[in-house]
């Protein structure tokens, strides 16, 4: 059983863990470099007032997956960007639905009127999960630079709340 709960500083470490594994496979997020716990609750810092970040924990209280929406500058007003980390070998378990309902209630509540996803072009099973989470597409990026010099396409997409 999967519950859904606020993300909390002493998260921070477990969160850096399974993300850092997410990492190293390689492919699926943007993030090339390892992040540390202390990186994650600077992040949590960022505009409290307007982020919110979820733990999916099974039964035992171990983290198996997180979210967070952050403002980005360069989306419009309004709108707010999601990340999502499901732990290698745990996605298609409803981990990321649950956490999704979690998001959408936050995003509401804080008053965005839609999420923005930007995900690798080549992230198969992340475009799938945004695709049946509802999300559609609204544009490309070609060309990104990662943080390690490759060059990946993103695509963008957008879920009206």
């Known amino acids: 059983m999967i519950k859904v709960r606020r993300a909390v500083n002493f998260d921070a ?34 505009a409290p007032e307007r982020s919110a970040w979820h733990v999916a924990v099974d039964a035992k209280e171990n983290i198996v997956g997180f979210q967070w929406i952050n403002p980005k500058d360069d989306l419009p007003q309004g709108a707010v960007d999601i990340a999502t980390f499901v732990q290698i070998g745990q996605t298609g378990l409803g981990i990321g639905s649950a956490l999704f309902e979690a998001t959408k209630q936050a995003s509401k509540a804080l008053g965005y009127i839609w ?8 992230n198969e099973g992340g475009l799938i999960y945004y695709q049946s989470r509802g999300f559609q597409d609204y544009g490309v990026i070609e060309g990104f630079e990662m943080a390690n010099g490759d060059l990946v396409d993103k695509r963008l997409k957008r879920y009206d709340l």
Do not use: K, S, Y
């Not at 993300?19 to 993030?31: F, K, P, S």
């Not at 999420?115 to 080549?122: G, L």
């Open 13 to 46: 470490a477990n969160m850096a863990d399974l993300l850092n594994e997410i990492i190293a496979e390689g492919g699926t997020t943007a993030l090339t470099r390892p992040v540390t716990g202390a990186d994650l609750i600077e992040r949590m810092a960022f």
């Open 115 to 122: 999420i923005n996803a930007n995900i690798r072009a080549d």
